[in-house]
């Protein structure tokens, strides 16, 4: 009777080691997982949705921007008319810098904080160049309209509404369907780019449980090992 309980006792501790040592095991494993699946998610936040939600708001400005140029040149109004150039005059400030802060989120910047597109004076990794690439596209493109509405908008203060309007449905007209194409394509990269993010988000996840799941039934053939050895 001591006998077996010793060997009871023996049973137990040896097997309590055994799960401590596949335990210890096992940590770093899934450690190294879970730290892939945090900074793939990471990623898809810093990268996508806040790419997304910086494009939306450059969109919205380029479209109130053209708007407000539009109906201070032709709204008979002149105290509203004088209001949407309040607005376009703002406006045309503010859409280069949302423009270039969006670029920013792809791109990296150099010591002037100048967002550096091309992958050559800053390296980008493979996975983002085709999205940085775009972004620089789409920047230039929207620099070029927002010089567009800013002649737009000094003509408007000349009191020059005709030649204003000339140059809105003309070379700025020209300029924002440049610049909204362009974010279109610059948008499909970063959607496509989504996916890959997305992907690698779910293969992480699916690898960190693998992990977890072999842990987990290595501890129980052990115990159970131990338990049907003595």
């Known amino acids: 009777m001591e006998v077996s309980h010793a060997s009871l006792e023996r049973g137990l501790t040896i097997s309590f080691a055994a799960v401590i040592f596949v335990v210890i095991l096992f940590f770093p494993l ?35 921007l053209r708007a407000a140029t539009l109906e201070a040149a032709t709204n008979p ?10 607005l376009a005059k703002a406006l045309v400030k503010q859409f280069p810098d949302d423009a270039r802060a969006m670029t920013a989120i792809f791109c990296p910047v150099d010591r002037d904080g100048t967002p550096q597109c091309d992958g050559k004076t800053i390296p980008i990794s493979e996975d983002r160049l085709e999205v940085a690439k775009a972004a620089g596209i789409f920047n230039t493109s929207a620099s070029a309209f927002d010089f567009q509405a800013l002649s737009a908008v000094s003509i408007l203060q000349s009191g020059k509404a005709k030649e204003a309007l000339a140059q809105i449905n003309g070379p700025s ?58």
């Not at 450690?31 to 790419?51: P, S």
């Not at 109004?77 to 309040?86: C, I, N, Q, V």
């Not at 369907?177 to 970063?190: H, N, R, S, T, V």
């Open 30 to 64: 899934t450690y190294l997982a879970m730290q892939g699946l945090t900074q793939h998610a990471q990623t898809l936040h810093d990268t996508v949705i806040k790419g997304q939600l910086a494009y939306a708001k450059v969109a919205s400005d380029a479209d109130s």
């Open 173 to 230: 007209s020209t300029a924002y369907e440049k610049q909204a194409a362009d974010g279109k394509a610059m948008l499909d990269a970063l959607n496509g780019y989504a996916n890959v993010a997305f992907s690698a988000v779910t293969a992480a996840r699916i690898q960190a449980s693998a992990w977890i799941s072999a842990g987990i039934l290595v501890v129980i053939l052990v115990v159970l090992g131990a338990m049907f050895w003595f």
């Open 77 to 86: 109004d002149a105290e509203k008319a004088a209001g949407r150039l309040a």
